[in-house]
């Protein structure tokens, strides 16, 4: 049974970084079929992918034109996780950020319990 | 960029009624990378559909979907009260990768 399990602050200062982690039980972060995640949610942008890691005889990270400058996506093999850094936030980075699996067929099929962070001085 | 318009906004429907719900594509996309998912408050997305037809695992025959190029449709045929929730559209693509609609609210009548 795969599970995805979030952790991280739920309150971010102005201009700090954004740091989320996602455990990963029942799969592996260097799957060679599966990729790994990040999408934010909030009231004004909807659902918002941000961007991805995965492995692939080496390691691929992609990310959204949107935050690309400010985001980082790292594995951990050791601890079969992987982590997002956004950089320089502003009250709009307010979402609930969740870890997801995608799939050979460019969906998401297993998704962590999402993560409140607000921006806020 | 390919921006996917969900509609009904907000659909007031009956347990037992029929649901039929639209996303339609800015330009035509593969339906290879079409999915729908739904979400209840407080729960992350599921995912129902994937491949514009092709049911995920463990969801109910009720829920099918359907279409190609531009318009896709996503139907529920008698309606559950479990199904009363939100409904966004997503697709795979090259600039932003993957995009969702705005979503349809299923609420009851």
């Known amino acids: 049974q795969i599970q995805l399990q979030q952790s991280g602050p739920g309150l971010v200062k102005p201009s700090q970084t954004l740091s989320l982690t996602c455990a990963i039980s029942g799969d592996s972060v260097s799957s060679n079929s599966a990729t790994w995640h990040w999408i934010r949610q909030s009231p004004s942008r909807g659902l918002e992918w941000l961007g991805r890691t995965y492995y692939r005889s080496k390691w691929y990270n992609d990310y959204a034109v949107s935050v690309k400058s400010r985001m980082t996506i790292n594995p951990d093999t050791s601890k079969n996780q992987f982590s997002l850094q956004l950089n320089s936030v502003t009250p709009e980075d307010t979402a609930v950020y969740y870890c997801?699996?995608?799939?050979?067929?460019?969906?998401?099929?297993?998704w962590g319990q999402g993560a409140l962070v607000t921006v806020s001085s | 960029e390919i921006v996917l318009t969900q509609s009904p906004g907000t659909l007031s429907l009956s347990p037992g009624e029929r649901a039929t719900l639209s996303c339609r594509a800015s330009q035509s996309v593969s339906s290879s990378y079409l999915a729908w998912y739904q979400q209840k408050p407080g729960q992350a997305p599921r995912l129902l559909i994937y491949g514009a037809s092709s049911r995920a695992t463990g969801i109910p025959d009720r829920f099918s979907g359907s279409g190609s190029g531009t318009d896709f449709t996503l139907t529920i045929s008698r309606l559950e009260p479990e199904d009363f929730a939100v409904y966004y559209c997503?697709?795979?693509?090259?600039?932003?990768?993957?995009?969702f609609g705005q979503g349809t609210k299923v609420e009851i009548k």
């Open positions: 997503q697709h795979y693509g090259t600039s932003p990768k993957w995009t």
């Open positions: 997801t699996r995608g799939t050979v067929y460019a969906n998401f099929d297993y």
